[in-house]
């Protein structure tokens, strides 16, 4: 991609994706701005990012590895430099990446499940979390995180709540 990246990360710590992200922009901007005379940021706004269930987790993986394939820099994932499909191929091995991702045996041909078609509804399902920053998965996977923090994930009905609803309509009624 020229004008973004995409991750698929596990942070070993609460704030250390955030912190390793801030730091990366921070040092690249340095280093940019020094080689070529200019100032400020490099990358335009914030990374957008959201738990994942395994399912979703999955469509991710899929997603990020054939986006330069979607965006017609290479006519096969694992053909792309930047990736780390050609890495989960077995056509190269690559440091950066988790040696316990994948796990062993869950996909048996990379190559043949990349050029599988990307499941829409999870792709988009994914879209939509990330950009509000909320996990992104079944129910199940969504009371289990709910259970964690002691508070409610899942999106609210806009509005005041349906008691203050009531106490304004009886304010305005007697106002008049």
């Not at 940019?32 to 469509?59: E, I, K, M």
């Not at 979607?70 to 950066?96: F, P, Q, T």
């Not at 709540?161 to 309509?169: A, G, Q, V």
């Amino acid at each position: 991609m020229t004008n973004h990246i995409h991750l698929v990360a596990v942070p070993k710590e609460e704030h250390s994706l955030g912190h390793g992200l801030r730091d990366t922009h921070t040092v690249y901007a340095m280093y940019f701005n020094s080689r070529t005379a200019l100032s400020g940021h490099v990358w335009q706004g914030r990374y957008y990012s959201c738990p994942l269930d395994d399912a979703h987790l999955w469509a991710a993986v899929r997603y990020v590895e054939r986006n330069p394939v979607k965006a017609g820099l290479v006519e096969r994932a694992e053909d792309y430099r930047w990736s780390s499909a050609a890495a989960h191929c077995g056509l190269r091995s690559d440091a950066l990446l988790s040696v316990e991702f994948p796990p062993q045996g869950v996909i048996e041909d990379w190559s043949t499940w990349l050029a599988q078609p990307e499941e829409e509804g999870l792709v988009a399902r994914i879209r939509k979390e990330t950009s509000t920053g909320r996990p992104c998965g079944d129910a199940a996977f969504l009371d289990q995180i709910e259970a964690q923090l002691k508070r409610s994930v899942r999106p609210q009905k806009r509005g005041p709540k349906p008691k203050r609803i009531t106490e304004l309509n009886a304010s305005q009624t007697t106002s008049m």
